[in-house]
């Protein structure tokens, strides 16, 4: 009877591990499912603030373009430079430029030579009649004496007071001068005539003088605007083209970047799409910069365009320019 009950209690125990070693392989066989991914969508938005990094910019830019073409002579300003209105930034050699202001500057020598050969000439020929006009007059005064003696004789010729031969004798002396007076007189009137005729060549050159200098002014103002200067007061940020080198297009155009009124600044920051969702224009910003100690400046988003946000800010600190290095963090509500 003893027996009996081990060989029961052996059956059961035998029983029992078979039942265990069943229930772990049918719980290995079974894998449960993972869970489903969670979608951006379902991230929930950042709260807080965050920060962003990006370069300092102008609010404000002029563009300064090359009035005419050519090959760079000579830069007089470098990106980071700053510069005042009206100062001379580039150069630009245009030999057809310069050729017509050197034509127009030959050709006012000329016309200058023609007006001071024409004052010497003035000068001999005054001179000339001034001499020829004394001659002229000196025979006027003979002719007359000569005439006045000329006219006694004859009237004592014909009454018998003086003899033929001093009567005949006064005569030729007359006849002599009258000829040798009006052979000085046109003489002297072709001298003065010839002098009026230089006196209106040179008028004339004068007349040219001048069309020749307001070539040479036209030829040196279109020079002029080889020249590149500077509308305004501020900082060079861009600069296109190089010194030798001939201007494309879009380089004349776009020589220079000039940013101006330099206390109104931007940054412009990338935020990732939910970020972005929560930003809106107005939202209260800091600026930080490294080089003013980690000190922030206030400011606050201004536009937002695409996947751009733009952040501006005034700082009056001149020490803080376009170019720099900033952090901005933007408040999110």
């Known amino acids: 009877?003893?027996?009996?009950?081990?060989?029961?209690?052996?059956s059961v125990v035998l029983l029992a591990i078979a039942a265990g070693a069943l229930s772990r392989w049918r719980g290995a066989s079974v894998r449960p499912e993972p869970p489903p991914p969670v979608k951006a969508s379902d991230t929930p938005p950042p709260t807080g603030e965050v920060s962003f990094g990006g370069k300092i910019e102008a609010q404000?830019?002029?563009?300064?373009?090359?009035?005419?073409?050519?090959?760079?002579?000579?830069?007089?300003a470098d990106v980071g430079q700053e510069v005042f209105e009206g100062?001379?930034?580039?150069?630009?050699?245009?030999?057809?430029l310069e050729?017509?202001?050197d034509s127009a500057q030959a050709a006012l020598d000329m016309a200058q030579s023609r007006v001071e050969k024409a004052g010497s000439a003035i000068i001999a020929a005054r001179l000339e009649a001034t001499r020829a006009r004394a001659d002229a007059l000196r025979a006027h005064t003979e002719f007359e004496r000569a005439q006045r003696n000329y006219q006694r004789q004859k009237m004592l010729n014909g009454e018998g007071?003086?003899?033929?031969?001093?009567?005949?004798?006064?005569?030729?002396?007359?006849?002599?001068?009258?000829k040798e007076y009006q052979s000085l007189d046109d003489l002297a009137r072709i001298a003065e005539s010839r002098v009026d005729e230089l006196v209106k060549e040179q008028e004339s050159a004068?007349?040219?003088?001048?069309?020749?200098?307001?070539?040479?002014?036209?030829?040196?103002?279109?020079?002029?605007?080889?020249?590149?200067?500077?509308?305004?007061?501020?900082l060079v940020i861009d600069r296109k083209g190089e010194v030798g080198k001939?201007?494309?297009?879009?380089?004349?155009?776009?020589?220079?970047?000039?940013?101006?009124?330099?206390?109104?600044?931007?940054v412009k920051v990338t935020p990732d799409a939910a970020v972005l969702k929560r930003i809106k224009p107005g939202?209260?910003?800091?600026?930080?910069?490294?080089?003013?100690?980690?000190?922030?400046?206030?400011g606050s988003v201004k536009t937002i365009e695409g996947n751009v946000a733009t952040v501006t800010f005034t700082c009056p600190n001149p020490a803080v320019k376009p170019g720099m290095t900033a952090q901005v963090k933007v408040k999110l509500e």
């Open 246 to 266: 001939e201007l494309g297009a879009q380089e004349q155009a776009e020589m220079f970047k000039i940013a101006v009124n330099l206390a109104e600044l931007q």
């Open 87 to 96: 100062q001379v930034l580039a150069r630009i050699s245009n030999q057809g």
């Open 206 to 234: 004068k007349r040219i003088l001048d069309e020749k200098r307001d070539d040479l002014e036209e030829a040196k103002s279109s020079l002029a605007s080889a020249e590149v200067h500077a509308p305004v007061d501020g």
């Open 161 to 178: 007071a003086t003899p033929r031969l001093v009567y005949e004798k006064s005569e030729r002396d007359f006849e002599s001068a009258q």
């Open 1 to 10: 009877m003893r027996g009996k009950w081990v060989l029961i209690s052996v």
């Open 283 to 298: 939202d209260a910003a800091m600026v930080f910069l490294a080089d003013l100690g980690g000190e922030g400046i206030g």
């Open 60 to 76: 404000q830019v002029t563009q300064v373009g090359a009035l005419v073409g050519g090959t760079v002579a000579e830069f007089m």
């Open 99 to 101: 050729t017509a202001r």
